[in-house]
């Protein structure tokens, strides 16, 4: 996702008193954002939006390779 895009997502409660909320991401934003399940999303605040950008490790391969591969 080389630009910024907004969507609008229900939250969930888990039930457990955590305090906690579950989102689900329709498969598009992860698709858009080169993610699939089990990826790690760093998460800010921003001017009073919720941020979500993938965190790349050093030693990950591109996603995009390995999808151009198979």
Do not use: Y
């Not at 993610?35 to 965190?55: H, M, T």
Request: charged share 25%.
């Amino acid at each position: 996702m080389s630009q910024s895009e907004s969507f609008t997502v229900k939250c969930q409660d888990p039930g457990d008193g955590s305090g906690d909320v579950i989102i689900d991401l329709p498969h598009e934003v992860l698709a858009a954002m080169n993610v699939a399940i089990g990826d790690r999303l760093s998460i800010e605040l921003i001017d009073g939006s919720i941020v979500l950008k993938p965190v790349r490790d050093a030693d990950q391969h591109d996603r995009s390779f390995w999808t151009q591969r198979l």
